[in-house]
């Protein structure tokens, strides 16, 4: 197999540098990039493109916004593409069976070390279980969610101070860089696949609104990866002073509590700590609804007469 007839689905920032992996190659030829309907943004509702839907009219590719692969009209028009490859890239659409099938293959570009964090919300779940590494996994698709065998697998460290947002840039890119890597193999005949152990999966479920406040009775270091897991969105949440903040980063101190968890006090005018059920978080940047962030000076210089 020479030349690629590729198919291309994924919607946000994520799938981006996979989809430019793509653009830049001659091997390939891109016959669709399938991407989520234009979003109501703001205010005034404005209608806005895509990531992937702007990356592709900038290179002049044929776009499909759909909602639903289930319909006849879109599973006829699929098959009309022919594709030798679909490639899947958080595309936001579980794909039926007809869809899988109809390409030589389907693969998916997942953003954890198959088969742990099989599911929605990888990058925050790792980060919040204190995993030390993460990584992306090419696997071919199948009707379970992220049950394929694994094609290949890229990893990469999850550092201290490692938030969602850092990890998902880092694992954007390393997406990016492992398609590439598996499209050569695809490409050579080289590709080989290996079948997940079930009894090492763990699932990544979809944040809940309710897990956004903190419990203040877990310990330091767990708090502080709950806080970085769910930045920059949607956020931690604790109530201080009747007034609901979002937290946006702390420091750990492990040193013995002398306070109930969940007591917030000031220390040397310019400190903002809470006690937790171990140690101490020193909460450096948060956020009054409404405002902009702000670091822990400012708040107590503008609501210190609270606590």
């Given amino acids: 197999m020479n030349t690629l007839r590729v198919v291309f689905a994924g919607t946000p920032e994520f799938s981006v540098p996979s989809l430019r992996e793509l653009i830049k190659r001659r091997d390939i030829e891109i016959v669709r990039v399938y991407t989520r309907p234009d979003s109501k943004i703001g205010r005034g509702l404005k209608l806005i493109p895509s990531p992937v839907k702007k990356l592709a009219q900038s290179a002049n590719l044929s776009i499909s916004e759909i909602t639903s692969f289930r319909e006849e009209k879109e599973i006829n028009e699929f098959k009309r593409l022919k594709p030798d490859l679909l490639i899947v890239v958080a595309f936001g659409l579980i794909l039926p069976r007809t869809i899988i099938q ?65 990890m998902h840039i880092r694992l954007a890119s390393l997406g990016g860089s492992a398609l590439g890597s598996a499209l050569d193999q695809i490409l050579h005949s080289t590709l080989s696949e290996t079948s997940q152990d079930e009894s090492q999966v763990t699932y990544a479920a979809k944040i809940k609104s309710e897990e956004l406040t903190i419990d203040w009775s877990m310990v330091a270091p767990a708090i502080d990866r709950k806080i970085r897991s769910l930045h920059p969105k949607p956020g931690a949440r604790t109530v201080i002073s009747g007034m609901e903040l979002k937290i946006i980063s702390a420091t750990v101190l492990m040193k013995k509590v002398k306070h109930s968890p969940g007591k917030v006090f000031v220390e040397d005018k310019t400190k903002l700590l809470v006690a937790t059920g171990d140690g101490y978080l020193q909460i450096q940047e948060l956020q009054v609804p409404g405002k902009k962030i702000s670091d822990a000076t400012t708040f107590i210089n503008g609501y210190g007469k609270f606590l």
């Fill in 102 to 166: 109809i390409p030589k293959l389907a693969i998916n570009v997942h953003a954890s070390l198959l088969p742990r964090w099989r599911g929605a919300a990888p990058i925050q779940r790792c980060i919040a279980e204190g995993d030390l590494e993460t990584g992306i996994s090419i696997m071919r698709i199948v009707e379970e969610l992220d049950a394929g065998p694994v094609l290949l697998k890229k990893s990469c460290p999850i550092n201290q101070e490692d938030t969602s947002g850092s």
